[in-house]
């Protein structure tokens, strides 16, 4: 319903800035197009990709295509969608975006913003290989019945590394987090070996979040912020 996902959308004050520190991490630029009128910029690791926007806005916001935008607003109304803000026009770029019941901005856009990537999944960047999208949510069972409308697919991860709800698609999974498990909006790596990546990063300068480095059952899930404040979070699938 909610179409194929295109991209976590960040707001950041210095697209370069959020660029470098992101290709410093192994991911790849994508070449992206005109319908923004605002600096942008995209950075993919082949599984998730990462616009960057040089705008004030609400940030982030998980940002899917719809085809025909227009046509199916209704669909959305008729589950009870309410948009905070719709941009439609025959002279603009088409985009609505509305909050989920944990306050999280989804956003719908009516075409690509940049090219698909070639790009392997199994070229990983220094984070590892990406999740999923991790979302605190005050209400877990509320936040999983409300993607479930959507078409995702929810399931109960109790013994995972940090104990979720998983809601899957076929293009972007989504994880519900308890709040005191995650505090904010997170994009998660399973990392293997976090130690050795640890130590990777330390080589070019990319330091973990100490307040937020804790423990997570046996093992530790270091939480690294770039720097318009973004989290990746490493996880060991095996701890």
Excluded at 217 to 229: K, S, V
Aim: proline share 8%.
């Amino acid at each position: 319903m909610l179409g194929r996902f295109l991209e976590y959308s960040i707001i950041t004050g210095d697209v370069q800035a959020s660029l470098d520190f992101y290709v410093k991490l192994g991911f790849s630029a994508a070449e992206v197009g005109e319908a923004w009128p605002h600096p942008y910029a995209v950075v993919t690791d082949g599984r998730i990709c990462l616009g960057l926007h040089q705008e004030p806005s609400p940030s982030p916001l998980i940002t899917f295509v719809k085809p025909d935008l227009r046509k199916h607003l209704h669909e959305f109304e008729r589950i009870g969608v309410e948009f905070e803000f719709c941009r439609l026009g025959d002279d603009v770029f088409n985009e609505v975006a509305w909050l989920d019941p944990s306050g999280h901005l989804i956003r719908l856009v009516e075409a690509r913003t940049f090219s698909p990537s070639k790009r392997p999944a199994t070229q990983t960047s220094l984070c590892g290989y990406f999740v999923e999208i991790a979302l605190p949510a005050p209400n877990i069972e509320a936040a999983k019945a409300y993607w479930e409308l959507f078409g995702f697919v929810g399931m109960d991860e109790p013994d995972a590394s940090i104990p979720h709800v998983s809601c899957t698609s076929d293009t972007i999974d989504v994880g519900l987090y308890e709040l005191k498990e995650l505090a904010h909006p997170a994009l998660i790596f399973d990392a293997e070996d976090v130690a050795a990546r640890m130590e990777q990063m330390a080589q070019l300068g990319v330091q973990p979040s100490d307040e937020l480095c804790r423990p997570r059952q046996r093992a530790p899930a270091p939480i690294f912020t770039a720097p318009e404040g973004t989290q990746l979070l490493l996880a060991s699938a095996d701890s």
